[in-house]
């Protein structure tokens, strides 16, 4: 509707003279009383100009040039709004894009030709994935799919965290476990990974070599068997919630010396320092931060010799501007919500555009069955597994119970509200207004031989003028707009509400409107609404990645 809109203001605007640098937006009322939709152009360049609003708007209304039967009225509220209110007609004559685009409505070109990388997951290869981490894998699918609907060439990455010292505490666990297998009386430090898989990948080794490596003080071994059994795990995983990625970018390379003998990460503290933004004291090398503005250096490599997570993280984003992306997005937990501006700052330092880079944090997920929540924790093995949630409510509730709250809020993911088949879940609420359109649609063909697609006359739907009709017909012209708004926002949780929305309105439609027993041309024109609904809700659930069940 914005396509629609915008142009026909702006040559109004320029025909009444008014002269102002301020964009002209369009936005929907909450109350209907002040129209479909709303521009505050002349309450802005009134401002600008020093003129009355009111008396803007007055001038820029007779410029307005709409084609036939499309706005039913026009007028000014308030400090200058300008007001519009569609005809029935153009709502129900819009409504049959819907039914033309199908699959593609919604899309946009606004990323042709532009290539996007979307980072999530990138969970430490240490131990099986929590649900925690599923928020984060679920809200980066649904953004790479938000993207790929405005023609971005999309890149999913999950950057593999396989250096470190986690990974030699991972190391350190498994070879310990192998050790008692072999007869060994071990302590077991508390600081090291206790949970069963642990013991179950020195099973592994112990099964492969027996009692050979007992005594070895090398850790490689037992660090790359952990890594393979726990990544393919993690991979399972993520597939079962039809999360994929599209390469992997192992960390290790950045510690890799090249054909010079410098590593990526030394040549961070080498360009940083040019630029003379590093400092040495305490035995470890520093962001100077401070210069800044900060209270606080940021160490970069400690003590111990040990990089901090900084230091490849800006290592790893400067390969993101090699490769050539126009658009950057990191999808983090919030334990991140300290480190990501500092890597900014030092791209900001060493000449990159940082305007490319979007940053999504989602913030920590518990679980709570009648209503007693957990604590988690990896390293003690007591963490709740995305896999068993997964089994408990289905993929479908656990994608989409992860982003029907905002990233910036706390989510708590109520387990027996996920299983409830009834309208309190929004997850079975979804499905049965998509299955209810598919039954009614295979009862409309048995009765009255319905078949759109051999007789299309997609045109019977400017007879509908019912208001549950138009409200229905005016919210799916609300589907492209947003998908734009949750792009812009990083926040699939939009779409979930606007689906939630979508359907509350057809329940409404199908319960006020006879459908099968009204007239001829308008059940067929009640069918082709309900058609358009049921695309609707399929372009939204391919969003954000769930199921479309035709029968429930």
């Not at 153009?90 to 996007?116: C, H, N, P, W």
């Not at 989602?362 to 604590?375: A, E, H, M, P, Y």
């Not at 699939?492 to 939630?500: A, F, N, S, T």
Request: aromatic share 10%; with cysteine; net charge negative.
């Amino acid at each position: 509707m914005h396509e629609f809109f915008l142009p026909v203001i702006a040559r109004a605007v320029e025909a009444a003279g008014i002269v102002t640098e301020n964009p002209i937006r369009i936005e929907q009322p909450a109350d209907k009383k002040f129209g479909d939709f709303s521009t505050n152009i002349a309450f802005l360049a009134a401002k600008e100009l020093r003129k009355n609003p009111r008396e803007l708007a007055q001038q820029i209304i007779p410029h307005l040039s709409f084609p036939p039967d499309t706005i039913a009225k026009i007028d000014v509220a308030g400090a200058g709004f300008i007001n519009f209110y569609l005809t029935p007609v153009f709502i129900m004559q819009s409504v049959e894009q819907v039914l033309l685009q199908t699959d593609r409505y919604g899309e946009g070109a606004s990323g042709k030709g532009k290539r996007a990388i979307v980072e999530y997951v990138s969970a430490n290869p240490t131990g099986p994935l929590t649900i925690g981490r599923g928020r984060g894998g679920v809200l980066g699918d649904c953004i790479a799919n938000l993207y790929a609907t405005q023609g971005y060439d999309i890149t999913r990455e999950y950057y593999f965290n396989d250096a470190g010292r986690q990974m030699q505490i991972l190391g350190e666990s498994v070879k310990l476990r192998y050790q008692e297998l072999c007869g060994r009386v071990i302590e077991f430090p508390a600081t090291h990974y206790q949970g069963d898989y642990i013991r179950e990948i020195a099973e592994q080794v112990f099964k492969d070599h027996g009692a050979a490596l007992a005594d070895t003080e090398e850790i490689e071994l037992f660090k790359n068997t952990a890594e393979s059994i726990i990544f393919s795990a993690i991979r399972a995983t993520l597939e079962r919630l039809g999360i994929r990625h599209d390469s992997f970018f192992n960390e290790h390379t950045l510690y890799t010396p090249d054909e010079t003998g410098t590593t990526a990460n030394q040549r961070v503290i080498e360009a940083l320092g040019e630029k003379g933004f590093i400092s040495s004291y305490d035995g470890a090398t520093w962001f100077m931060t401070t210069k800044l503005g900060q209270e606080k250096d940021k160490v970069l490599i400690k003590s111990t010799g040990e990089p901090s997570y900084r230091l490849p993280d800006i290592a790893y984003h400067l390969t993101k501007y090699q490769r050539g992306f126009d658009v950057i997005v990191n999808v983090f937990g919030a334990d991140h919500i300290d480190e990501y501006p500092d890597v900014i700052e030092a791209l900001k330092i060493l000449g990159k555009d940082t305007s490319r880079i979007r940053i999504a944090i989602n913030q920590f997920v518990t679980t709570t069955v009648d209503g007693q929540s957990v604590k988690m924790s990896t390293r003690k093995g007591n963490a709740d597994l995305l896999d068993d949630l997964i089994d408990d409510v289905g993929a479908d509730a656990t994608r989409l119970f992860f982003i029907m709250r905002g990233k910036d809020s706390h989510l708590n993911f109520d387990v027996e509200l996920a299983k409830k088949q009834s309208r309190e879940n929004p997850v079975f609420y979804l499905h049965y207004a998509h299955a209810r359109i598919c039954s009614l649609l295979r009862l409309a063909k048995q009765e009255i031989g319905f078949d759109p697609h051999s007789d299309p006359d997609y045109h019977l739907l400017r007879l509908l003028d019912n208001p549950a009709e138009i409200q229905l017909g005016f919210a799916l012209l609300d589907y492209p707009d947003m998908i734009t708004t949750s792009l812009r926002l990083l926040e699939p949780q939009k779409m979930v509400e606007y689906l939630h929305s979508l359907a509350e309105l057809f329940h409404r439609f199908y319960q006020e409107c006879p459908i099968l027993k009204a007239e001829p041309e308008i059940a067929r024109a009640r069918l082709f609404l309900s058609l358009a609904t049921r695309q609707v809700l399929r372009n939204g659930f391919r969003v954000l990645g769930v199921s479309a069940p035709e029968s429930m």
